[in-house]
């Protein structure tokens, strides 16, 4: 199973980005895909989740301002981050569980992560 992430990079506060991340490799019909991220000296932290066709799960500090969306058909999730605050300076990982649980928000759960993407919010 491969997951590729691109899309971060460094945007002043306020302004946006869109996280994408393809997953391959294998049959994800009943998926859960999510996205975490990881600052320096911080644990991982969930961000938000998609449960398989489109119900959406958010973290309290991104709701409202980030939209998790997916095409089921490509494999593909996105992270529509707008509003951005330096506090959201990290760097994001895509995941995917392969079955659904209830505990979305716990890393400890996911099968596969990717390799990681760099989102810079200047002040």
């Known amino acids: 199973v491969q997951l590729q992430a691109s899309g971060g990079g460094l945007v002043q506060a306020g302004g946006s980005l869109r996280l994408s991340c393809a997953a391959s490799?294998?049959?994800?019909?009943?998926?859960?895909m999510g996205w975490f991220r990881q600052a320096p000296g911080k644990e991982c932290e969930f961000v938000a989740a998609?449960?398989?066709?489109?119900?959406?799960y958010y973290a309290d500090s991104v709701k409202g301002r980030f939209t998790i969306s997916a095409d089921n058909a490509k494999n593909t999730v996105f992270l529509q981050m707008n509003s951005l605050k330096p506090e959201d300076t990290a760097v994001y990982y895509c995941t995917v569980r392969l079955i659904w649980t209830v505990q979305y928000y716990n890393p400890a759960n996911y099968d596969y992560w990717g390799q990681g993407t760099l989102v810079t919010v200047s002040s």
């Open positions: 998609i449960r398989k066709p489109s119900r959406a």
């Open positions: 490799g294998r049959d994800f019909s009943g998926y859960v």
